[in-house]
């Protein structure tokens, strides 16, 4: 098979991968701006809230205090690469056209 074909079938498949999909990435900045203008009114209630809790002892209000107002601690990642650079094996595979065609 000739070479412009194949690059034509291949350009095609890559055409219908990935794109824009509903609900995906992150919000815009707009609407993190009105989510924060919402909340804003019950700031004073939720601190006041956990105000309470903590007073009263409980871990989990305290802990969460904490994580915001000290941060959390680092946490350390171990990783482990394993193998021989020196064994690599390269094989070029060409679809089968006639099959997809």
Known sequence: MQDHTLNKLIEQRKSKRGG????????????????IEKLTPMATVAFEKLKE??????????????SYYVGLPTQKIESKIEGNLNQVAVEVVRPNLEKVA
């Open 20 to 35: 824009a999909r509903p609900g995906a990435g992150r919000k815009r900045k707009m609407e993190e701006h009105e989510l």
């Open 53 to 66: 809790l903590i007073a009263k002892g409980d871990v989990k209000a305290l802990q969460i205090f904490m």
